[in-house]
């Protein structure tokens, strides 16, 4: 067949049209394939990526039920104990002559049975998961819980140590959580609960164990003290809190000083205690800090309508009295002694020097022999050393940190900020050696505490006892060192101090060559001629 030069052309045209089409649609093809390529790729990672992050999610949730289930396992097992066969009359009263116990009673007043077992304890079982760190109450929490989650007045005396914190703490939780707190208003405020302590450090301690109890039943507490400023104490007075807006504020646990002042300022109102707590109670009852109690607990309910806890460990005779005025036939737990008692886990050992030029040489030489190492951070290997002034600490601090020791400072001339730096980084073991003035010796726990230097004695036995108590805490045993010279204040305190450590089971001859003679205790305001049957008297204020 004969074709003409233009069909050819057409014909070339036509194919090379249906060739680029068809090199199109492969070329399609591959884009398509391609895409779903990527598509299929994008889809797969995101697979893995949402198995992946299920894993995670089912990860976080099996921890948290296993953390949930640990607590219930917990708690029903501390519940199941309560099936056990209560005390017999025969176990409480060795569980008495073990300890040392007296418990005295008002005459109209039932005994007391203590509690032996955490079981015993009648509480919400949330509540109960804090005697997962116990094996079994402390002597004063056995014997102060019953009649304090009675209603009753109580005061508890025991050697430092000894868990005092929880025995007003539980009580006082309980009684909260039983009564839901009234909507915020000035006629019915929400501050029901108020613990008066003497040191800033130990309001924040005590303010931190019942936050952290507290919060699972909405319930806040606000440290309230000096040294900083006012703006959060005031918000957590209001109820303004920024990380749970759940919890209500109902307790308050604060040192005199900047809890009058927020008083004053009309920023407090403790119209509403009913339940109070004074840590500490023998120094909170003397050394100058009596009137500031008295205002104090005059803003809170009457005495006939609240309940006063006191607790510390040692009682003099002239404080007892003055206690009394606060309270109403409390029943009162003595661990030990009435007298001044020393921790019994304690071992005491003291120094008699000629004069007080050769402490940095002995202190130097002690450190060395307890194997302090200069750089050290070893939890166990902690030792506080105590002074008499802040300029003292401030020296002695100095000299150890030029010897090249890790070492920190507690005083009344730093800031409150520094203070607590230097605690808490004691607490922690980044320094290994504290110098602190008699701020550090009440009342703190700081764990794993081996050993203390007082490099100079204190002003009384009572603040002897205290600070030697900042080691041998919670059934530990612990070591103190002492350097006693016989100068100024400290040869009249010679007699007591041979005295505590006769009944602790430890000598020092050397201190025979001092006065052996032991002063009658007396009331630092009143003195010798202290009564307790003057009835007290507001004093009116007058404006200029």
């Not at 407090?268 to 003397?286: I, P, T, W």
């Not at 003055?322 to 020393?342: E, I």
């Not at 701020?439 to 009384?460: E, K, M, Q, S, W």
Request: positive net charge.
């Amino acid at each position: 067949m004969f074709c003409s030069g233009l069909e050819v052309s057409e014909k070339k045209k036509k194919k090379k049209k249906k060739d680029n089409q068809e090199s199109q649609a492969v070329t399609d093809l591959a884009i398509d394939g391609n895409d779903k390529k990527e598509k299929r790729k994008k889809k797969e990672k995101k697979g893995r990526e949402e198995g992946a992050s299920s894993v995670d999610q089912k990860d976080r949730k099996s921890k948290k039920h296993d953390k949930k289930r640990k607590d219930r396992e917990l708690v029903e097992d501390i519940s199941s104990e309560s099936k056990l066969t209560p005390p017999s009359p025969a176990e409480i009263s060795a569980f008495l002559t073990k300890h040392n116990i007296t418990i005295h009673v008002a005459s109209s007043s039932s005994p007391v049975t203590p509690f032996l077992h955490f079981s015993q304890l009648p509480i919400p079982d949330p509540l109960r998961t804090f005697s997962a760190k116990f094996k079994e109450p402390s002597p004063v929490q056995a014997c102060t819980w019953p009649p304090a989650l009675e209603g009753k007045d109580v005061v508890g005396i025991a050697e430092t140590g000894s868990g005092k914190t929880l025995a007003f703490g539980i009580p006082a939780l309980a009684r909260l959580i039983s009564s839901p707190p009234p909507p915020p208003s000035k006629s019915s405020p929400t501050i029901t609960t108020l613990v008066l302590a003497p040191t800033r450090e130990l309001a924040l301690q005590t303010h931190e164990a019942l936050q952290e109890l507290g919060e699972q039943f909405g319930i806040a507490s606000v440290a309230v003290f000096g040294g900083v400023p006012k703006e959060g104490q005031l918000k957590m007075l209001k109820n303004l809190h920024k990380a749970n807006s759940n919890l209500v504020t109902r307790i308050i646990v604060g040192t005199p000083g900047r809890l009058l002042d927020l008083m004053s300022e009309g920023a407090c109102d403790l119209s509403g205690v009913d339940f109070l707590v004074l840590d500490e109670a023998d120094r909170m009852l003397d050394k100058g800090f009596e009137n500031d109690i008295r205002q104090i607990i005059s803003q809170t309910k009457p005495q006939q309508d609240r309940q006063t806890l006191m607790f510390s460990a040692t009682w003099p005779e002239a404080v007892r009295k003055l206690a009394g005025t606060f309270q109403n036939d409390p029943v009162r737990v003595t661990v030990g002694s009435d007298d001044l008692t020393a921790n019994s886990r304690v071992e005491q050992i003291v120094e008699v020097l000629d004069d007080s030029r050769g402490k940095d040489a002995r202190l130097l030489k002690h450190l060395r022999a307890l194997g302090h190492k200069k750089a050290s951070t070893d939890a166990d290997s902690r030792i506080l050393i105590f002074a008499l002034y802040k300029a003292e600490a401030s020296r002695v601090e100095g000299m150890l940190r030029r010897e090249g020791y890790s070492v920190g400072a507690l005083h009344g001339d730093l800031s409150q900020n520094n203070r607590l730096q230097a605690l808490e980084e004691f607490k922690s073991g980044k320094t290994g050696l504290l110098v602190a003035t008699d701020v550090a010796a009440r009342g703190l726990d700081i764990p794993n505490v081996g050993a203390v230097i007082n490099y100079t004695f204190p002003l009384t036995i009572e603040d002897y006892i205290h600070r030697i108590g900042r080691t041998g805490r919670g059934g530990k045993f612990g070591k103190s060192i002492t350097f006693f010279t016989g100068e100024n204040q400290e040869r009249g305190l010679a007699g007591e101090l041979s005295r505590v450590l006769n009944d602790s089971g430890f000598a020092c001859p050397d201190l025979k060559k001092f006065p052996m003679t032991i002063k009658k205790k007396e009331h630092g305001a009143y003195g010798a001629f202290f009564r307790d049957d003057i009835p007290a008297t507001t004093r009116k204020k007058i404006v200029f």
